[in-house]
């Protein structure tokens, strides 16, 4: 009876592995594409730069150069595994020690992207907004929500890894 329980509980583990292996493979798709298209409003937003300095940009690709810096991007990670964990309390099912750490990591991370986007969000609010923003020198302090994302990327990669090698 014991054997039986024990083999039914390692096959719900690999079910939540495969589970996880499927939401970290689309979360590290979804990472890379928010990091390329941040470094793609990074180039925008130099260009806009440039223009307000006094460079002649033409209006139209003044405009389209404009839209595209200011673009809010909201981290979408997949939670459906980990809040089925979680919320049944299955989380030892996972045997790996490794993996539930850093399984737990990654979505704290994730929790610490949203603030931070949460806070940009406010920030690019008061700065179209606010009429008094425009008198208060813009001061800019990290941490960096691409430093996050590299971060999540690295650990979404060295889980895949740890749960292929499972």
């Known amino acids: 009876e014991n054997l039986r329980e024990d083999l039914n509980e ?4 690999d079910e939540y592995l495969a589970g996880f292996s499927q939401d970290l493979a689309a979360d590290l798709e979804m990472l890379q594409a928010q990091y390329e298209a941040r470094q793609d ?12 300095e006094g460079r002649a940009i033409a209006p139209q690709a003044f405009f ?34 490794e993996i539930r750490t850093g ?9 610490r992207i949203a603030v931070l986007e949460e806070h940009m969000y406010r920030d690019f609010e008061s700065y179209l907004y606010d009429p008094t923003f425009s008198s208060v020198p813009l001061q800019i302090e990290g941490p960096w929500p691409d430093t996050e ?6 650990q ?9 090698a499972e």
């Open 149 to 154: 994302l590299e971060l999540a990327r690295s």
């Open 103 to 111: 399984l737990l990591d990654l979505y704290a991370t994730y929790d």
């Open 41 to 52: 409003q990074l180039a925008n937003a130099s260009v806009v730069l440039e223009f307000f």
């Open 156 to 164: 979404t990669k060295l889980l895949l890894e740890l749960m292929r």
């Open 10 to 13: 390692r096959a719900v583990g």
């Open 64 to 97: 389209e150069r404009y839209y595209v810096a200011l673009l809010i991007l909201n981290t979408r990670p997949n939670r459906i595994t980990i809040e089925e964990v979680l919320s049944s309390g299955s989380l030892r099912l996972i045997r790996d020690a």
